[in-house]
């Protein structure tokens, strides 16, 4: 519950730090994306709420009880153990989120964020819950793999989601601070590459927290000024189509992605 109260600071405080240092040009309404973006997060909220964290923390229960996981089998200090769990979750969400890009089934729900025709912090709230089911199966699998402690759950979840509000709002840094800072994070212009027209952007920057994760597989590209990034999904356009559309995405036909923006350089 705390949590959930440190994120809705978190954003408001991007809301605001957005709105007085713009990185892009604001075409929407905005009030009118933050209300869509808000809806389907918050039809997300049984989901996540009554089936996902249930499941998550009977596993937790379970694993601890047998003494599973790849963790307890080895006699290591807690912290070391909290430290490579906590770098570990980072690196498999890049991993998972490369392929919700590359398997059709999973693209299906997570277009539904990158539809998004602008990105701000809301952007960050913005999952089908069919994506949210699909990522609570993975965690519980990994958890009954790695063992993972309820308590470094909790603390990779508050970061992952504050890293989230953060590179997703369409704040500008100080360049020469944003310079450095995307050497080891994510940032606003690294993570906007990854909302571009062009696939051969959208298919890179995956990483959550850590920036280490795309530069190490070769998946990152070059910053990008904002004024040359148009953000969205070129087969859905500069549309806002509402709560409805958004939440039937995963079941409509699957569009091709449009060749004349398939890369930059063509
Ligand atoms: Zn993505």
Redesign the pocket.
């Known amino acids: 519950m705390k949590s959930s109260f440190v994120i809705l600071g978190l954003f408001l405080f991007c809301l605001l730090l957005e709105s007085l240092f713009p990185l892009r040009k604001v075409q929407f309404k905005k009030w009118s994306r933050i209300k869509d973006n808000l809806m389907l997060s918050i039809l997300g909220i049984p989901f996540t709420r009554l089936l996902a964290y249930p499941l998550v923390g009977k596993v937790i229960k379970l694993v601890e009880h047998k003494n599973w996981g790849l963790f307890r089998k080895l006699s290591l200090n807690e912290m070391l153990v909290f430290s490579i769990s906590f770098l570990l979750l980072d690196y498999l969400i890049y991993w998972w989120?490369r392929l919700?890009?590359r398997l059709p089934f999973l693209w299906r729900f997570?277009q539904v964020?990158?539809a998004d025709p602008e990105m701000d912090a809301s952007t960050a709230l913005r999952f089908h819950f069919g994506e949210l089911i699909l990522s609570s199966v993975q965690r519980t699998l990994l958890v009954l793999l790695f063992g993972f402690s309820l308590n470094v759950l909790i603390v990779f979840d508050l970061i992952v989601t504050s890293s989230a509000l953060f590179h997703h709002s369409n704040l500008a840094l100080n360049k020469s601070v944003e310079k450095y800072l995307r050497m080891i994070i994510v940032t606003p212009t690294f993570h906007q590459n990854?909302h571009s027209y062009f696939q051969k952007e959208?298919d890179s920057n995956?990483s959550a927290i850590f920036s280490v994760w795309d530069r190490l597989h070769r998946t990152h590209t070059e910053e990008v000024n904002a004024d040359r990034i148009t953000i969205g999904l070129p087969y859905v356009g500069k549309l806002m189509p509402g709560l409805i559309y958004l939440v039937a995405m995963p079941v409509k036909k699957l569009s091709a992605w449009p060749k004349k923006f398939t890369s930059r350089d063509l």
Do not use: P, R
């Open positions: 989120h919700n890009h997570h964020h990158h990854h959208t995956f």
